[in-house]
């Protein structure tokens, strides 16, 4: 049997080292990239999907809102651990660690959006029927033109919000 190779903490080994010799403050600080690395690119893919779904949904109603909300409710109802295990056994062993990585990072993003897509949609419902949007269609200024320049800094403190929740909820996935 191999000898352990444990070692208390030290200047060179600030955490010690593990049964194998390796620096155990090295091996954290790594993984903690790594987790930050995940948790951000899986934030910014479901902020952004968030925005622009809910955004049209909230502003445009009647059959985009449905369509859009029913997606939106398919969407949420996928199971997340199911469907990681689901395609991890689908890819098989010969999937290299930062593939499988980009594909949780991408699952993440996919599946995380709607919970920001149905609080945006709701409080654009409600910032569309203020005085200055139906002035600013009333002068004929374009939809896309309406969204970007007035709806959405109104409610960039509840996506900056949500945008660090889910930040937080990935890193922990």
Not at 49 to 54: A, L, M, P
Not at 73 to 102: H, K, Q, Y
Request: charge should be positive; aromatic fraction near 8%; proline fraction near 3%.
């Amino acid at each position: 049997e191999p000898a352990l190779r444990y070692s208390p903490p030290s200047f060179s080994n600030w955490m010690g080292t593990d049964a194998v010799g390796r620096d155990v403050f090295a091996r954290a600080t790594r993984g903690g990239q790594v987790s930050l690395f995940v948790g951000f690119i899986a934030t910014l893919i479901s902020t952004v999907i968030g925005v622009i779904i809910g955004s049209i949904s909230g502003f445009y109603s009647g059959v985009v809102d449905n369509i859009l909300q029913r997606v939106t409710e398919v969407v949420r109802s996928f199971p997340f651990l199911p469907l990681i295990i689901t395609l991890s056994a689908a890819l098989g062993s010969d999937t290299t660690e930062n593939m499988r990585l980009f594909i949780v990072m991408v699952i993440l993003g996919f599946v995380g959006w709607t919970g920001l897509a149905r609080l945006l949609r709701g409080q654009i419902l409600s910032i569309r029927e203020q005085e200055y949007i139906l002035a600013a269609r009333a002068v004929g200024i374009k939809d896309m033109n309406i969204i970007l320049k007035h709806i959405i800094p109104n409610v960039v403190s509840i996506i900056i919000v949500s945008a660090t929740l889910s930040f937080a909820a990935n890193i922990l996935v």
